[in-house]
């Protein structure tokens, strides 16, 4: 199962009056739940005299305060850029997938684009390697770019914003 699958359960799961799901695909088996529960344990063994007779004590442990902003923002994968609001004439360009940023071709090529740079809707803008396979980006709209926040090499994971584009 992919993360950006598990992610979009989260969300779901967030998003409705669902406290728990269970799911099974392909041998890989998921268990997410939602809430807090009233009291956790954690095993404490201790061994008696015989070596061959461990006993196990549960010791009733503090619940861990849960994030109440969301499914996102307990798996850590928000963003300033994320939450950042823009203009009604600028659109944030996103990573469809999980992979490995690149601005250009190749190694000594020049990149795909520069900042003010203006692109065409099915303009390339980037490429996301995952699992050796090269992935070009296009634009969805034609604009400017703004801001390019992501640097060449770096990881990127699904839905992760990676440029800001104004409409022109």
């Not at 359960?9 to 807090?36: H, N, P, Q, S, Y």
């Amino acid at each position: 199962m992919k993360v950006k699958e598990i992610k979009e359960l989260i969300r779901i799961l967030a998003e409705t009056d669902i406290t728990e799901l269970k799911l099974e695909r392909f041998g890989t088996k998921v268990e997410i739940k939602k809430g807090r529960p009233e009291f956790a344990t954690a095993p404490v063994a201790t061994v008696n005299n015989l070596p061959s007779a461990p006993q196990v004590q549960m010791t009733p442990v503090a619940p861990q305060p849960m994030p109440s902003a969301g499914a996102e923002q307990a798996l850590g994968s928000s963003s300033p850029e994320e939450d950042m609001e823009l203009p009604p004439n600028q659109v944030m360009i996103v990573a469809p997938m999980v992979g490995t940023f690149y601005r250009a071709p190749s190694p000594g090529a020049d990149p795909f684009v520069e900042v003010n740079q203006v692109v065409e809707a099915g303009e390339v803008l980037c490429i996301i390697e995952a699992m050796k396979l090269m992935n070009e980006i296009e634009s969805d709209t034609r604009g400017r770019i703004i801001k390019i926040l992501v640097e060449n090499g770096q990881p990127v994971e699904y839905g992760q914003p990676m440029f800001i584009l104004e409409k022109v």
